[in-house]
């Protein structure tokens, strides 16, 4: 998700007088609004049709800004680019300038002599306001009105905002190929809206003499196959006589230099194709993304070399770690943006990089922005959430993949989100403006909701940094999505539970529908510790700084509970980029990567992912599982609780196994024979009995039962049995 757009007058156009008010009344519906515009205006009433959906779909999203500041039906800006500072992803906030070219809605209430108010909440003043913007743009090229439709195309490349002549010309030629082709659309509010195709040409001698950018500055890394050009960003200083006053970028030599690749993040723009390059060729946005891919063609453009580390993540680990992908579009309108063509020219790029740049081609590596944690605790509530939970996971993965993904050694353990998208509708809900909260369409969706408890009456699962209502399409807490795989914690009826967020969270399954196989590493903390610490960040430990470069913050932003199990990748080495300050070329002395001895591993740990450090986890083994029934509740007789357990190997070869019983005090037996060893794929019940005490201190005891076989020497299964005088429970874990 990105974050401000330009639209505005470039330097040296003529400005006009205010036009006044319109004294002809309101029309009914947005199709007579248009036509009465452009009436009033002496603009074509097709070509502000044409425009308006290229810009904003026709939906006025009830006077709600969207993440780049624009409103209404022809997205004029009012932008504080303020909120938009953490897209580099440090620890302390940096002043913003507000730059006039980005306040396009304040000049079209000026032109049409109304309050800026009135423009965000009626579209036909809003349609009123770019229809006199867009006859501004005209007469600065020209005093007179075209009155052939072609001659506009000059007045179009304005309207696109782009200082670059690439992205302001392809803008164009997309809104003439709108009129060319025609379009419908069904509204928000119910009205069908209709531009019939036209037989129009386009004259781009309209748009010569503008004073536009060109230029290639660095070799594109893209398949030949695609349709891909090169636009820079923006990489420049904003104030000279501050360095660390710039955007939007930090020049790299990955991996080259220790910053490995590990991601491909997948974004959203929340604005338009053309909008986002306005973006990102502005260094006073301070954002800025590798790729941008357009909904209309999939067309593709590099805005920084991938060596380099663009702002994105709002991470400042992830980014210096990630390709990024940004996408055309609305996570809210997902469907609406998210094209075949956008998917398949996405897909095959991601395929090219990740075998390029070695990126595994799974969801702990391909993934969305919403899946990224805050770096520090006050961050996690402001972090983005697109692509949003209309967003076809399923599909992408498997145009990336070229089919389904191959496991090769499934783990009976694990569960891969995964419910049919065509059919999985879950009922949603959104806050359009801070008055306006209300059901989202029902459409296909990529997520489950996950509750407290085995039934669909319980409350969904809450998360400490979110407040929104749970419902909410934004708010990521309690949904579990695609791709993602997780440690099973239980079964009841058609319900399955999985360890999501630091506890037990359930979704309906019935017959595994939602879920498939899933396989990875197991990671729970070290046996003895209550929790564990989880970071939103994998930085190195303070003594690996140099002088000169202060040690960044490794400050917890969740808790791992002693009997959570939780998927991990592969381990990680520390990592930090110090890189404050601009250079025209990269600088060793000023650019330094900082590599500590501290390993993380990132784990799935709730919605977005986190790290925690190899010496506070336990690997489970690959080869062999202990694991108990479904039910949570042992079997009291008398004075006993009797213990049902499984032994499991998971392996295609006969493995040598041994069992023991670590950290009791309450008598515990073994009850039945355990066998020395298992054949492939065999699995084994095993009994164990729990001696109750006669008195009540201790009320609650707690058993280890550790299984070995020296085919994983280095690696086991542990289940974790806490008994409670009365309530006997038992929870799996895993142990080294």
């Known amino acids: 998700m990105i974050v401000v757009v330009v639209l505005g007058l470039l330097a040296g156009y003529l400005p006009l007088p205010s036009f006044a008010n319109s004294p002809t009344p309101a029309p009914s519906t947005l199709q007579a609004a248009f036509d009465q515009a452009a009436a009033e205006f002496d603009v074509p009433s097709e070509l502000l049709l044409a425009l308006s959906y290229n810009l904003s779909r026709w939906e006025q999203h009830s006077g709600q800004p969207s993440t780049s500041g624009g409103y209404g039906v022809m997205h004029l800006t009012q932008i504080d680019l303020g909120h938009w500072q953490a897209s580099k992803g440090l620890d302390w906030a940096e002043p913003f300038k507000q730059p006039a070219e980005f306040q396009t809605l304040a000049r079209a209430a000026k032109l049409i002599d109304q309050p800026t108010s009135a423009l965000i909440n009626d579209p036909v003043q809003n349609i009123r306001g770019g229809a006199a913007l867009l006859a501004e743009y005209s007469r600065s090229i020209n005093p007179k009105l075209p009155t052939n439709l072609a001659d506009w195309y000059g007045a179009v490349v304005l309207f696109s905002g782009s200082k670059e002549r690439s992205t302001a010309f392809a803008f164009a030629d997309r809104v003439y190929l709108t009129l060319q082709q025609g379009v419908s659309r069904r509204l928000e509010n119910g009205e069908q809206l209709s531009l019939a195709p036209s ?40 104030n000279s006589d501050d360095r660390g006053d710039y955007g939007n970028y930090d020049l790299a030599n990955r991996p080259a230099d220790g910053l490995d690749y590990r991601y491909i993040l997948i974004h959203d723009t929340e604005i338009t194709y053309t909008q986002t390059i306005n973006v990102f060729q502005n260094p006073l946005t301070k954002a800025s993304t590798h790729y941008v891919v357009r909904a209309s063609d999939g067309h593709i453009a590099q805005m920084v070399e991938n060596k380099n580390v663009p702002w994105h993540a709002g991470n400042w680990d992830v980014n210096g770690h990630a390709i990024g992908l940004e996408h055309e579009g609305y996570a809210i309108e997902g469907a609406s943006w998210y094209s075949e063509a956008m998917y398949q020219a996405s897909a095959r790029l991601t395929r090219y990089l990740a075998d390029k740049y070695q990126i595994p081609l799974d969801r702990s590596h391909i993934i969305g922005h919403d899946e990224l944690p805050g770096p520090l605790p006050q961050h996690q509530a402001g972090m983005h959430w697109d692509p949003g939970p209309f967003w076809d996971w399923a599909h992408y993965m498997d145009l990336v993949r070229g089919g389904p993904a191959q496991m090769s050694n499934p783990d009976p353990q694990l569960l891969t989100i995964n419910p049919d998208f065509a059919t999985n509708m879950p009922a949603m809900t959104y806050c359009y403006t801070s008055n306006d909260c209300r059901a989202v369409p029902t459409q296909s969706a990529n997520f489950v909701y996950l509750h407290t408890q085995p039934n669909a009456n319980s409350p969904l699962i809450t998360n400490q940094y979110i407040g929104s209502t749970p419902t909410h399409a934004n708010n990521w807490a309690n949904k579990a999505v695609t791709g993602q795989t997780y440690v099973s914690a239980g079964q009841q009826d058609a319900w399955q539970a999985i360890y999501f967020g630091g506890q037990k969270a359930w979704f309906h399954n019935p017959n595994g529908v939602n879920t498939t196989a899933g396989q990875g590493l197991k990671v729970r903390p070290k046996v003895g510790q209550a929790s564990i610490p989880v970071y939103g960040r994998a930085y190195p430990e303070a003594a690996a700084y140099p002088q000169g470069i202060t040690p960044q913050a490794i400050t917890p932003i969740y808790t791992l509970p002693a009997d959570n199990v939780v998927v991990a990748t592969k381990l990680y080495t520390s990592t930090y980029y110090s890189s404050p300050v601009y250079t025209p070329t990269l600088d060793p002395r000023s650019h330094v990567v900082v590599s500590g001895q501290t390993k993380y591993y990132q784990i799935n740990f709730n919605h977005r992912f986190g790290f925690v450090k190899a010496s506070d986890v336990e690997v489970q083994s690959s080869i062999i599982s202990l694991t108990t029934p479904q039910t949570e509740q042992g079997s009291i007789s008398g004075n006993s609780i009797t213990y049902t357990l499984t032994l499991r190997n998971l392996s295609q070869q006969t493995v040598p196994i041994s069992l023991s019983l670590t950290g009791n005090t309450w008598p515990t037996t073994l009850t039945s024979a355990v066998p020395s060893s298992l054949g492939p794929n065999a699995s084994q019940t095993i009994t164990l009995r729990v001696d109750l005490p006669a008195g009540q201190n201790p009320s609650s005891d707690q058993v280890w039962v550790k299984a070995q076989t020296s085919a994983d020497p280095q690696r086991n299964a542990v289940l974790l049995l806490r008994s409670r005088l009365g309530i006997p429970t038992f929870l799996p874990v895993v142990g080294k």
């Open 199 to 238: 037989a129009v040409t386009l004259n781009r001698q309209s748009a010569a003499n503008l004073p536009l950018l060109q230029g290639d500055d660095f070799p594109l890394d893209c398949p030949a196959t695609l349709d891909c050009e090169v636009v820079p960003a923006a990489y420049a200083l904003n």
